[in-house]
């Protein structure tokens, strides 16, 4: 079989690196997608390349930026592509036009903001095309459910990029889990420096909040851990001062917290409570792009995780104290000049993909199957979608919001 052709849809900091008309300031340089799918191809396992946008007199700049900073460190890769819309045009709806340019069988992956997740990815479906979606699929409950629908009903794989859940760290956690007993209690925190907000401005505090950026990051890896349990109530509670003074709009929150009661499937009377942390306020000068850690305990035991600093850090003169993460993307050729991050828990995410695609195509695997393999189905993630939007509900609101599970169909109260 032929190999994958892929649309990249968003042509920003987490595709191509490239923020802003330059290089992008944080642990993404030359980004994770484009990088990840370029070498890919150079493998064999994807076909065609293309990418879309809303302004096409990006490209050529965006063009420039990979062939300096991919091509010419990484033995001539290939970093050709197909580009929507045209360089001289500014279109919001070029998605369209791009996904039509494909056939079905042929797949996406969506990085862009919040807000435009669900219509890419519910017009991708309809025309029988496969969907990688970065985190968080949707902001609703009610939309998660019906991409799940319009899945099935189109036989195509839908795939949530929870990429932590490759961590080799957090994956041999998750293992480990299994074997303490009942879930009773999860604490995490993740943070990102102020920069973030500059890079973000167009939609931070407006059409999205730090907690379904980060913290989803966490909750689904809570998820992941704990199949016999189901979230019940979500209590959330936000900071406000920092984001407002550096520009954003006046409900943008600093740091969100989420409280959620946990209850067992099989005994209510078993419960567990959950508390995340996000924050897109943090210094500008920590050493580190993303604070990330855990704590998991269980009726026989407990796990701590801090993927912060890890063992790894560089002193420059002028940045200071660094900790590194090359277990997410590995940036260093190999001996020959070749691109050698195959073992960042980011590109695997993105094999794991191609791979369950190409299975499904050649009638290897059956949707069913990748639900059960643990992979970040739509499935497999409706839970931490239950508890992103009820956070926001509950800040909007300012109070509790029950979440409602009955015969596989989830509702919020």
Known sequence: MA??????????????????GGMSGSDKKVGVVGLTLFDLRRRGKVGKLSMVG??????????????KNITQAYNGLDTSFDSFPADDKRDADAYKTAIDALSPGDAITIFT??????????????????VLVTKPAVQLLEHHQKLQDAARKNGVFVFVEHHKRFDPAYADARFRAQKLGDFNYFYSYMSQPKSQLETFKAWAGKDSDISYYLNSHHIDINESMVPDFKPVRVTASGSKGIATDLGC???????ITLLVDWVKKTDPSKRAT??????WTAPQKAGVHSNQYFHYMAAKGEVRVNQAKRGYDVTEDEA???WFNPFYMKYAPDDEGNFNGQTGY?????????DAVTALKEGRVTLDDLDKRGLPTLKNTIATGAILEAGRRSLDEQRPIDIVEENDVWSLK
């Not at 709009?249 to 740091?255: I, N, S």
């Open 3 to 20: 190999p994958l052709n892929v649309l990249m849809v968003g042509t920003g900091e987490y595709t191509t690196g490239f923020v802003g």
């Open 54 to 67: 809303t302004s096409g007199n990006k490209f050529p700049a965006i063009r420039d930026h990979l062939h």
């Open 113 to 130: 903001p919040d807000t435009t997740h669900y219509p890419i990815a519910l017009y991708a479906i309809e025309r029988k095309i496969h």
């Open 249 to 255: 709009v006046d409900k943008t929150e600093d740091t």
């Open 274 to 279: 959950g508390v995340y942390t996000a924050s």
């Open 320 to 322: 200071g104290l660094v």
């Open 346 to 354: 980011g590109y695997i995410s993105f094999e794991k993909f191609v």
